[in-house]
C-alpha cells in the first residue's frame, strides 16, 4: 500500500492547487513546476527500485529518469488522443500516479563506501583536475543559460521553432495530438514520433502560457545522458575515476553541451534512450530477471518514441543484449549449471522487454499504420526489395543522395569539424572508438568489444541511411560510446595513463574556458576560480565520502524539508524571472513581426492564418493567444491537420484565390501573416494584389501582416 506521508501530501496538494487555479501568480507555478518534477523523478523511482531493486546508484538513476519520462509522455499521449491534453488532467494525473504507487524497501546500506583521502599525490591530483574539468563544463553550460535566460526558443538553430514547438502549440490549442501540416518544406514531418515535443508540452503544463521551461527541454536529457555514460562504463568495468572522466570527455565537447542541450528538439533524449536501454540491457546480462527487462525494453521503446532514428539503433542494440545475455549464459553453465537461466525464463524477459517496448513507444507506429496502413509512414518500408508497405518516393538517403546535405568528406568530418567533435576528438575519442573493440576482442571481452562496436554501427547507419550529414546530432550515441572506449582503454594501461588522462582533462578545462566570457582577464580570473574551487572540492571529495553515512541518514530524514525550503525561497525572484522572460522574449529584432502581430491584435489574440515559411511558432504569441493556422487553399479542410483515421490528401495542392477566401470565412480568419523568401507561396501575391479584401497592417524584416477587411468576428473566449 502507498505510504502517505507529510512531504507526499504537500506535493500531491500543490500539484492539485495547480490543476485548479489555472489564473495563478507565475511564483506559484514554479512551485507546481518543482512539485510536478518531484513527483514524476518519485514515481521513476519507486518504479525502477521494484523492477530492479539491486540497480546500482547510477544505473538506477538513469533508469529512474527513464521511467519518470515514460510516465508522463505515455499517458499524456493518450490524453491527447481523447481530447484531454489540458495542464489540470495531466495535474491531477501526476498526483494520483505519485500517491498510488507504492514506496519500497529501501537498502540503507546501498551507496558511497566511506573511504579515506588517498596518500599519493597523484591519485589527489588527478581527482581535483577530474573535479576541475567537471566544474568548467558545468560552468560553460551555466553561462549559456544565463546569457540566454531572456532569448526565446530555438536559440542555436536547428528545428524548434518549426515542426517541434509549433506542433505543441497547436496542442495547446485544441487539447488533442492533431499534428501541423505545412505547406512548404519537409511535408514529412506530421508522420514523425513526438516524445520530445509531448516532454515540452510536459514543462508547459504547469504555466500553461509561457515555454519558459519548455525552451530548454533537452537540457534534462542531457544531463542524465553523461550519467549513463559513467554507469555504462562502470558495467564494463571501469573505475569511478575513469567513469566520470569518460563523462567528461562526452559533456565537455561544447557542440554537445550546451549547443545541443539548450533546445526543444530531440537529439539529446534520442541519445539519452539509446544510453539508457543499453546500460539496463547490460544489466539484464548479468542478471536476467522480467523487471530488469521491462526497464530496458521501456527505455528502448520511448527511444522508438522519440525519433524514426530510433528504428535503426534499436535493433543493434538489441543484438548486443541478446549477444550480451547469451554469452552470460554460457558462462554460468560452465561455472554454476544449477543457476542458470533456463530457456523459459529467457522467453518470458524477451515477451516483458517486447510488452514494455510496445507500451511506451507504440502510439505513433500504431496512428500511421491505422491511418496510412504504413508504421513508419513516409518512408516505404522494404523487405529484400520487396515493398511491404508503401510510402512516398524521394525521401530515403539513396532519393536523396545528391542534394548539398547528404555530401560528406567522411575523414575531413571526422578530423576537421572540431566545432562539432572538440578539438581533442581527432586524437583520443576516434582513435579510441576503432582501437576498443580490437583490444576488447584481443582480451576476450566479449561485452565490452559489443558495445564499443555499436559506435562504428551507429556512425555507418548515419553516413549511408541518413539523408542529412551535416551534424553529429544524428548519432550522439556513437560519440558518447566513443569517449568510453578511451577511458576504458586508459584503465587497461594502467597508472601509466594517468598522466595522459590529467593532460586531456587539463586541455578540456582550458578548452572551457574559451567559451565563457570575452576577455582575457574573465577567462583569466574564471581560470584561478576553477582551479582553486577544484582543489578545495577535491579535499571535501573525500572528507564527505568518510562522513556519507551520516550525510545519507541527514538527506533521508530533513532533505525533503530543505529541497521545500529553497524551493519556497527561490519561488519569488524564479516567478519575476518567468515573468520578465515573458516579456523580454520577442524583444530581440529579429522578433518585429511576432512583436508586431502582439500589438495589433492585443492580449485577447485572433485568428491568423500563415503563409510563406515553415516556422510559424512565434507567431502564435508570446502567450500562446493567436489561433494560428495553416489554412488548406482548397475545400479539403478535414486534412489540414493530422490526425488518427483521417483521410489522406493533400490540403495545400493549388487552388483558387476564391476558394482560399471562402476558407479564411469560415475559419474566421482576422490576419493574414505572410513571410516573405526566396520562396513564394500564392497567399503572398493573392494578398497583395486585392487590396479590396486585405489591408497592410504592418511590414518590415521579410514580414507582412495583413488584416482582412470584413472578416467576421472571431468566437468569443
Known amino acids: 500500500m502507498p505510504v502517505l506521508n507529510l512531504p507526499a501530501l504537500l506535493i500531491a496538494a500543490v500539484l492539485l492547487a495547480g490543476a485548479a487555479w489555472p489564473g495563478s501568480p507565475r511564483a506559484f507555478q514554479v512551485v507546481v513546476l518543482a512539485a510536478m518534477l518531484a513527483a514524476l523523478w518519485e514515481v521513476g523511482s519507486r518504479l525502477a527500485r521494484w523492477l530492479a531493486p539491486d540497480l546500482p546508484w547510477d544505473s538506477h538513476a538513469v533508469a529512474a529518469f527513464s521511467l ?10 493518450w490524453m491527447g488522443q481523447i481530447g484531454w491534453l489540458r495542464p489540470a488532467p495531466f495535474l491531477i494525473w501526476t498526483a494520483i500516479a505519485f500517491l498510488m504507487v507504492p514506496i519500497p524497501r ?4 546501498a551507496g558511497l563506501v566511506p573511504a579515506s583521502a588517498p596518500t599519493s599525490r597523484v591519485i589527489r591530483a ?14 560553460v553550460g551555466l553561462y549559456d543559460l544565463w546569457r540566454l535566460r531572456w ?9 524548434d521553432v518549426s515542426y517541434h514547438l509549433s506542433a505543441v502549440a497547436t496542442w495547446i490549442r485544441h487539447g488533442d495530438v492533431r499534428m501541423i501540416r505545412f505547406s512548404m518544406g519537409a511535408p514529412t514531418t506530421p508522420f514523425f514520433p513526438i516524445l520530445g515535443e509531448m516532454a515540452s508540452w510536459v514543462l508547459i503544463a504547469p504555466f500553461r502560457n509561457s515555454d519558459v521551461a519548455a525552451r530548454w527541454t533537452q537540457l534534462f536529457f542531457a544531463v542524465f545522458s553523461f550519467l549513463a555514460v559513467a554507469s555504462i562504463a562502470r558495467r564494463l568495468g571501469l573505475s569511478r575515476r575513469n567513469a566520470a572522466f569518460a563523462a567528461i570527455c562526452y559533456a565537455g565537447i561544447y557542440h554537445v553541451f550546451p549547443v545541443l542541450s539548450v533546445s526543444a528538439g530531440n537529439d539529446q533524449s534520442t541519445s539519452f534512450f539509446t544510453l539508457a536501454g543499453l546500460d539496463a540491457g547490460l544489466a539484464l546480462a548479468r542478471r536476467p530477471r522480467p523487471g530488469v527487462a521491462v526497464v530496458a525494453g521501456a527505455a528502448l521503446g520511448l527511444l522508438l518514441a522519440t525519433k524514426y532514428i530510433g528504428v535503426l539503433f534499436v535493433p543493434p542494440v538489441l543484438a548486443v543484449i541478446a549477444a550480451a545475455v547469451w554469452i552470460e549464459w554460457i558462462e ?10 533456463r530457456a523459459r525464463t529467457l522467453l518470458g524477459i524477451a515477451l516483458a522487454l517486447a510488452l514494455a517496448m510496445a507500451i511506451s513507444g507504440g502510439y505513433t507506429y500504431l496512428r500511421n499504420a491505422v491511418t496510412t496502413g504504413n508504421p513508419l509512414f513516409p518512408a516505404p518500408v522494404k523487405v529484400f526489395g520487396v ?18 546535405e547528404f555530401q560528406i568528406d567522411v575523414w575531413r568530418f571526422l578530423t576537421r569539424r572540431s566545432k562539432l567533435f572538440g578539438s581533442w576528438f581527432p586524437f583520443t575519442l576516434l582513435p579510441a572508438a576503432l582501437l576498443a573493440p580490437l583490444l576488447a576482442l584481443w582480451r576476450r571481452r566479449w561485452p ?19 539523408a542529412d550529414h551535416r551534424d553529429i546530432r544524428y548519432f550522439l550515441p556513437a560519440v558518447a560510446l566513443a569517449a568510453v572506449a578511451f577511458a576504458w582503454l586508459l584503465e587497461e594501461i594502467g597508472p601509466r595513463a594517468i598522466p595522459v588522462r590529467d593532460v586531456v582533462l587539463a586541455w578540456i578545462t582550458l578548452q572551457a574556458g574559451r567559451h565563457i566570457g570575452q576577455s582575457a582577464v574573465v577567462n583569466l580570473v574564471g581560470g584561478l576560480v576553477v582551479v582553486a574551487a577544484g582543489v578545495w572540492l577535491e579535499r571535501m571529495w573525500w572528507r564527505g565520502r568518510e562522513q556519507a553515512p551520516a550525510l545519507r541518514s541527514w538527506i533521508h530524514r530533513w532533505g525533503w524539508v530543505a529541497a521545500a525550503g529553497a524551493v519556497l525561497i527561490a519561488a519569488v525572484p524564479l516567478g519575476w524571472a518567468v515573468s520578465n522572460y515573458q516579456v523580454k522574449k520577442f524583444s530581440n529584432p529579429k522578433m518585429a513581426g511576432p512583436l508586431a502581430l502582439e500589438r495589433i491584435v492585443g492580449p485577447r489574440g485572433a485568428r491568423v492564418a500563415y503563409a510563406g515559411y515553415n516556422q510559424p511558432y512565434f507567431f502564435f ?22 490526425h488518427w483515421g483521417m483521410r489522406m490528401v493533400d490540403p495545400y495542392e493549388a487552388g483558387t484565390y476564391r476558394r482560399w477566401r471562402e476558407v479564411l470565412a469560415e475559419k474566421r480568419i482576422e490576419y493574414v501573416v505572410i513571410v516573405r523568401g526566396p520562396w513564394e507561396e500564392p497567399e503572398g501575391r493573392w494578398v497583395s494584389r486585392r487590396t479590396e479584401g486585405f489591408a497592410l497592417a504592418w511590414a518590415g524584416e521579410g514580414v507582412e501582416i495583413w488584416r482582412v477587411i470584413n472578416a467576421p468576428p472571431a468566437d468569443p473566449r
Open 68 to 77: 519518470a519520462v515514460g510516465i508522463a509522455v505515455v499517458p499524456a499521449t
Open 106 to 109: 529501501r537498502d540503507v546500506g
Open 126 to 139: 588527478d581527482t581535483a583536475l577530474l573535479i576541475m574539468a567537471a566544474l568548467a563544463v558545468f560552468l
Open 151 to 159: 532569448a526565446p526558443a530555438g536559440p542555436h538553430g536547428f528545428d
Open 332 to 341: 554460468r553453465r560452465r561455472q554454476e549449471p544449477a543457476e542458470r537461466p
Open 387 to 404: 515493398e511491404i508497405f508503401p510510402g512516398w518516393g524521394g525521401i530515403s538517403s539513396s532519393d536523396l543522395s545528391s542534394a548539398p
Open 448 to 466: 565490452a568489444a559489443l558495445v564499443f562496436a555499436l559506435s562504428a554501427v551507429f556512425f555507418l547507419e548515419f553516413l549511408y541511411v541518413m
Open 621 to 642: 504569441g508570446r502567450r500562446f493567444q493567436n489561433d494560428l493556422q495553416i489554412v488548406p487553399r482548397n475545400r479539403m479542410l478535414d486534412a489540414q491537420y493530422y
